[in-house]
């Protein structure tokens, strides 16, 4: 009779491990064929578990966007005008080149149409906004919110600018810390009372209250850690899983704050026949002719709330941060500063010492050092396209499979020595008229292009401009120690931010 040899439990276990490891290795290299077979060059030689994009653990963490940068330039040394990455075992695919760049964004909207951002209606009804959602929905509220960013629009609501912009100053007046003056904070207070007051008529109270409510909401609506980090990988690489597990990305605090101020303010103004013209008002409107109109489908508080949550979210890190970057560098280079500050006088003296609209849009070179701002820290640094049918590469036989998501290096793009010798360097002259003319269009995208541009651009620029204009105005600023020099940019972040803060020693240059 045959002796059976018996297995002992380990083993046993050892064998089953064994085999799903070799099974588990075999899918990841199967997987990993995806772009080879589709004839798009890699962006790396991936490895298993985590792609191509970032290695956690084997290199020092990077923001995603700098990753995608590195894949770009990657690519670019093999004159690929386009690539193939993979995020664990996710396709990413990376543009390089701005015609295929300009193809995806404007001219081929229809097969690019979504933005691959994870979202759940149900359970977390504020992450359900414009920036989101798509299809028919997106393009109503898309529709109806336009007319609120309107040139006129924006002359309407610059006196309540302007009026936020007299409190950060008196906020630096009396801050304490002329020396080592905390940028973002101030600049953060700044954007959050003007979005509060241009677009809900709400008075924030940012600068009379450090924890005021809006602030500490906004805040946290960008606040990372770790649990929300794992909560945004799963919405974002695993959807599915994310769906069925009913993930949130807003807390259940944010969302029923939103409602409630949207609510109230909605119940304030029918009660008391206030008709005021911001995006409330027209989101408002909006509702009032479906419900007039006895249509189908009327907005729900929630889709309303939804979008003034985006506008808020989206409308104060995005140009509070534009704002301290440029003050950091306007602060590194006193010549720009002080070039900045006699531009700024020499139109304030044109409009009898006001400043109005008009006086900002006559301040040329500001522009400029915004749009270099924008340039070297594009506080949105990657965006993304969702491919929503198959697509075929014009005049080649590539296709790109429906529901792979396309990545626009906004950072690489703008860091690209071919399209800005020397990086680096923060040269407000790039953006000249004549220079402007003379650029490849698709390679300064800091709002994005096509049909899914940023709504805000124009509120964002000038709240911004204001911003900076009244500061110089009164300050001149200059490095204090506590800032490191180069800014490093914070990893785990959804925009653009320096890592360590931004502390500036300030100068009062009007009482002297
Ligand atoms: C300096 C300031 C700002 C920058 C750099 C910026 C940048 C961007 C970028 C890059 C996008 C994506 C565009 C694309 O995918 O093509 C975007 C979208 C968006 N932004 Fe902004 N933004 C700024 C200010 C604002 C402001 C002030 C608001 C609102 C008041 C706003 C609201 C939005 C919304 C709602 C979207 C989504 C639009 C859609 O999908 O239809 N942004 N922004």
Redesign the pocket.
């Known amino acids: 009779m045959p002796v059976l040899y018996t297995l002992t439990v380990f083993e046993v276990l050892t064998s089953v491990f064994t085999a799903l490891l070799i099974i588990i290795i075999l899918y990841y290299k199967w997987c990993f064929t995806y772009w080879k077979s589709r004839n798009i060059p890699p962006t790396r030689k991936p490895k298993i578990p985590f792609g191509t994009l970032i290695y956690p653990f084997l290199e020092t963490p990077v923001h995603i966007a700098i990753a995608i940068k590195n894949a770009y330039d990657n690519l670019k040394k093999r004159s690929c005008k386009h690539g193939g990455g993979f995020l664990f075992l996710t396709p990413k695919y990376v543009l390089v080149d701005p015609g295929y760049i300009k193809n995806i964004?404007q001219k081929d909207f229809e097969y690019f149409s979504e933005?691959a951002f994870y979202y759940n209606e149900k359970d977390d009804p504020i992450s359900a906004n414009?920036?989101a959602i798509s299809g028919e929905k997106?393009r109503t509220f898309?529709t109806h919110l336009s007319p609120a960013f309107t040139s006129g629009k924006m002359k309407m609501m610059f006196s309540n600018m302007l009026k936020c912009s007299n409190e950060m100053v008196n906020a630096v007046l009396k801050n304490e810390n002329k020396k080592a003056l905390d940028v973002i904070d101030i600049t953060e207070s700044f954007t959050i009372d003007v979005?509060g007051s241009c677009?809900f008529g709400i008075d924030c109270n940012s600068f009379k209250n450090s924890n005021a409510e809006f602030k500490e909401q906004g805040k946290k609506a960008f606040r990372m850690y770790p649990f929300r980090i794992l909560k945004i990988f799963l919405g974002f690489y695993c959807p599915k899983i994310a769906d069925f597990l009913g993930v949130t990305l807003f807390g259940r605090e944010s969302n029923n704050f939103f409602i409630k101020i949207v609510k109230d303010t909605i119940k304030f103004r029918e009660d008391n026949n206030v008709n005021r013209q911001d995006l409330l008002q027209l989101l408002i409107e909006l509702r009032n002719q479906q419900i007039l109109k006895s249509q189908e489908k009327v907005f729900t508080i929630k889709e309303i709330t939804a979008q003034v949550f985006?506008?808020f979210a989206?409308?104060f890190e995005?140009?509070s941060t534009?704002l301290s970057f440029c003050l950091y560098e306007l602060a590194l280079h006193e010549d720009i500063q002080n070039k900045l500050r006699d531009e700024i006088n020499t139109v304030l003296n044109v409009h009898n010492r006001h400043l109005t609209y008009e006086a900002i849009m006559d301040m040329k070179y500001m522009g400029q050092v915004v749009d270099e701002t924008?340039r070297k820290y594009?506080?949105?640094p990657y965006?993304s396209r969702r491919c929503v049918k198959d697509y075929i590469i014009p005049n080649t036989v590539i296709k790109i499979d429906k529901g792979i998501e396309a990545l626009i290096p906004i950072m690489a793009l703008h860091h690209d020595s071919e399209y800005y010798p020397e990086p680096e360097k923060f040269i407000p002259e790039r953006f000249s008229d004549e220079e402007k003319q003379k650029r490849l269009p698709f390679t300064y995208l800091?709002?994005?292009?096509?049909p899914?541009?940023?709504?805000?651009?124009r509120?964002?620029?000038l709240q911004?401009k204001v911003g900076l204009a009244v500061l110089l105005k009164h300050f001149k600023f200059s490095l204090h120690g506590k800032t490191k020099v180069p800014l490093q940019i914070e990893p785990f972040s959804f925009t653009l931010l320096a890592k360590s803060g931004i502390f500036l020693d300030v100068e009062d240059i009007i009482a002297k």
């Open positions: 964004l933005r414009l920036f997106w898309r979005i677009g985006i506008f989206a409308g995005t140009s534009t924008l594009p506080p949105v965006i800091p709002f994005g292009e096509g899914r541009l940023c709504i805000g651009k509120f964002g620029l911004t």
